[in-house]
């Protein structure tokens, strides 16, 4: 089960990732998801494709039509795990009870295809009708929950029947076992970084459940099939973004222009970065120096690893990524690629034909520290390094 909010960005390459996303899902056996208001940002038919594609449940009580208060999508689904499939089980199959409810937002209101808006009703009131009609259905009645703490303790207290509410919200995490009366509830966290493994064992008269929670850390290796997935996907998302920056200078330079850096800046006024060649004249030394060094090729590697188009790795890679007149893609603005002096010492425009005004105190280590962290250059230490560098 999975408690919501696994769309990414409305980007294409968000799509990409979300569409895999969900794909791994079905195929690692999820039966269920909830939906959170990320998922429903998107809007119904989006996510219905989606639901498709992954060929398991998404559930939601309080996504409904707001004309006539009904459910949007299945309110809730019966998953029957039977002994054959699951050898743990001894005897009869048992039946899980699972539903799902999203914190009420009373802003939240997005189209149907049917020409009806949907929305979001209150949580704890779909609960009291909705709770009561599952639990004669199942033997153990799952709630996943977007919501904040408060709000599934209320439910958990004020509607009884409830074995387990799985929640995610804000990234929190149950670390202590958390209880309201005989429900137990299990925070979760975000971004896939915690897998929690909840026990159910069928005592006489209720379920005793525990739980672990796994943090997904380097402790766990990583499957060979898995990985081979997910690089597949990067070089989607790599082919995707170069696309569209291939289109982008194709439609530039038809209209005349070129994007390269420092003509484009020129053409728009808005010259900003110059490139290291501009350095090269006055700064020999320095110019020699940074020739010689990695950071005058730190882009090669990005190509290598067919990344050299996914906005999550350029911006080190790069002279000024997201900076006016800065590195846009690897097409538009192939002079800004590797890490240069502007990288370090800011844009140099103004410099050249005023040499002796203030320019370019990069600050020592406060000048590295944007690109060497920790999780991208652990042995990463001032002195060392600048030893390598130093001009
Ligand atoms: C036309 C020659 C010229 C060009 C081109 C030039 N500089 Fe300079 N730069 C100078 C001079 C001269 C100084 C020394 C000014 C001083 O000592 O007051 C200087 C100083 C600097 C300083 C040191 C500032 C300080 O406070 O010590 C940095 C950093 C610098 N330049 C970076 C660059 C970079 C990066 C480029 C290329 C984008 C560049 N310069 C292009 C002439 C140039
Ligand atoms: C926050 C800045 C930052 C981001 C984002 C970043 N890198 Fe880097 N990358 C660095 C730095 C700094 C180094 C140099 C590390 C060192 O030598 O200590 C580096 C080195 C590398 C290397 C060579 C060293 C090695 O580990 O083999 C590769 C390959 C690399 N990065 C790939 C990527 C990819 C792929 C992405 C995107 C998923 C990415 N980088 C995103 C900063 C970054
Ligand atoms: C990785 C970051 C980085 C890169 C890349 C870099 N520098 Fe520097 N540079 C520094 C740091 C740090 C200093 C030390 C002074 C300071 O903190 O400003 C410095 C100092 C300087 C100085 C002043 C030297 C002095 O005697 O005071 C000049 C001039 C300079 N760099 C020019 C360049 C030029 C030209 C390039 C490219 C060819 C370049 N730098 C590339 C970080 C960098
Ligand atoms: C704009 C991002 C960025 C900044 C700022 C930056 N670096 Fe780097 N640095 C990188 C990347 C990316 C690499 C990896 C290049 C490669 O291996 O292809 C790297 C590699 C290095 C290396 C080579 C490591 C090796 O294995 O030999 C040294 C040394 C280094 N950086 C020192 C510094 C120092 C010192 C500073 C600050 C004064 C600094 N860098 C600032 C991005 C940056």
């Not at 799902?100 to 979001?120: A, E, H, Q, V």
């Not at 005004?357 to 590295?368: E, L, Q, T, V």
Request: glycine share 10%; net charge neutral; charged share 25%.
């Amino acid at each position: 089960m999975d408690t919501g909010n696994f769309t990414d960005n409305p980007t294409p390459e968000g799509d990409v990732k979300t569409r895999a996303l969900v794909g791994f899902m079905g195929r690692i056996g999820y039966r269920a998801a909830g939906l959170g208001e990320r998922d429903l940002d998107r809007g119904y038919e989006y996510l219905d494709s989606l639901r498709k594609l992954g060929g398991f449940s998404f559930v939601s009580a309080n996504t409904v039509y707001q004309r006539t208060g009904k459910p949007v999508f299945d309110p809730y689904t019966v998953v029957t795990l039977s002994p054959k499939e699951f050898g743990a089980l001894k005897g009869k199959p048992v039946k899980v009870g699972i539903t799902s409810f999203i914190r009420f937002n009373p802003t939240f209101l997005k189209p149907s295809p049917s020409g009806d808006n949907m929305i979001l009703s209150n949580a704890l009131d779909e609960a009291k009708h909705l709770i009561p009609e599952l639990r004669a259905k199942c033997d153990l009645l799952v709630v996943l929950a977007e919501m904040p703490k408060d709000d599934a303790h209320l439910i958990a207290r004020t509607v009884k029947g409830i074995d387990l509410i799985i929640a995610g919200y804000a990234g929190m995490i149950s670390g202590a076992e958390e209880k309201e009366g005989t429900t137990r509830i299990v925070y979760i966290g975000n971004q896939g970084k915690y897998l929690a493994e909840i026990r159910a064992m069928r005592g006489s008269q209720s379920w005793e459940l525990s739980q672990t929670m796994h943090y997904l850390g380097a402790t766990y290796p990583e499957e060979a099939k898995a990985k081979d997935a997910v690089s597949s996907v990067l070089n989607q998302i790599n082919e995707t973004n170069k696309k569209i920056a291939l289109e982008r200078a194709s439609k530039s330079q038809s209209k005349g222009g070129t994007l390269a850096a420092p003509a484009a800046a020129a053409a728009g006024g808005a010259r900003t970065y110059l490139g290291s060649e501009a350095c090269k004249d006055c700064h020999s030394k320095e110019y020699e120096i940074w020739k010689m060094s990695k950071h005058a090729h730190a882009f090669d590697i990005l190509v290598q690893k067919k990344a050299d188009f996914n906005p999550e790795c350029v911006g080190c890679h790069v002279v000024g990524y997201h900076a006016r007149g800065g590195f846009e893609d690897a097409e538009n603005t192939p002079d800004l690629i590797h890490v240069q002096c502007e990288s370090c010492h800011g844009p140099a425009a103004d410099h050249p034909q005023n040499p002796t005004a203030p320019y370019g105190k990069a600050g020592g280590a406060a000048a590295c520290a944007p690109c060497h962290k920790l999780e991208n250059s652990p042995t990463f230490e001032f002195t060392n390094y600048w030893a390598k560098i130093q001009h």
